[in-house]
């Protein structure tokens, strides 16, 4: 399988649940990003992760804990969420973090987050 | 404060042309993007500009202007599926992205 891949596509939880987002990436890059979309608002960088170490970490609250166990497998473990976090939950990957030319962003398709 | 605009949402015809204007503020420059964004699918890439003037890519062109602080992506030919929204995106000195909200397109037949 190429590209990025996310799952579940879909998700429905409550507060006090507890849940995780997965994220695969088969293209060889060595920067995986979470992003947080919100309708009609900017895309919201929670994370990044390069060459499998935190690089960013925006202030995101601590219910959202990231996990990356190697250059290809990104997580989103989530716990005790609002439901102000209902969201769209993408992940990227690019060949680099930062760097000249392009370093282009590569998404998943998403995982649909719905907090009750 | 850095900041992308760009307008909220816009409607064209079927065949015709239509321009997605976006103008930023960031703390240095290094690179204007833009993506296209399908309802339910992921963000795909369609055009980098980082030095002034325009970039063409089939029915698509994007165009910068560093000293206005200004980007525009020229969609020709419209069809169907370009029914979509568009991000723009400038990167900051620090290479970090600024995103704007996205324009959505709506095409009539």
């Known amino acids: 399988e190429t590209g990025v891949t996310q799952t579940p596509r879909h998700l429905v939880m409550g507060m006090t649940n507890k849940k995780s987002l997965k994220c695969e990436q088969h293209l060889g890059h060595n920067a995986m990003y979470w992003y947080k979309q919100s309708a009609k608002k900017p895309l919201e960088l929670m994370f990044v992760y390069s060459l499998e170490e935190r690089v960013e970490n925006n202030s995101v609250p601590s219910r959202f804990s990231p996990e990356c166990p190697n250059s290809s497998h990104l997580f989103l473990h989530l716990h005790t969420l609002q439901p102000e976090d209902s969201a769209l939950y993408l992940c990227?990957?690019?060949?680099?973090?930062?760097?000249?030319?392009?370093?282009?962003?590569?998404f998943g398709a998403g995982s649909r987050l719905t907090v009750l | 404060g850095q900041n992308i605009d760009q307008p909220t949402e816009m409607t064209a015809t079927e065949g015709a042309i239509v321009q997605i204007n976006c103008t930023y503020q960031?703390?240095?420059?290094?690179?204007l993007f833009w993506y296209q964004q399908h309802a339910g699918e992921a963000p795909t890439f369609l055009s980098y500009n980082v030095l002034d003037g325009l970039e063409e890519k089939g029915r698509f062109s994007s165009f910068l202007s560093r000293s206005k602080g200004y980007s525009y992506l020229l969609l020709k030919e419209l069809q169907m599926k370009d029914s979509a929204s568009y991000l723009c995106a400038g990167r900051d000195s620090n290479y970090q992205l600024i995103w704007g909200a996205g324009t959505k397109l709506i095409i009539k037949p």
């Open positions: 960031t703390s240095g420059f290094n690179g």
């Open positions: 990227a990957s690019s060949s680099g973090q930062s760097s000249t030319g392009a370093n282009v962003l590569t």
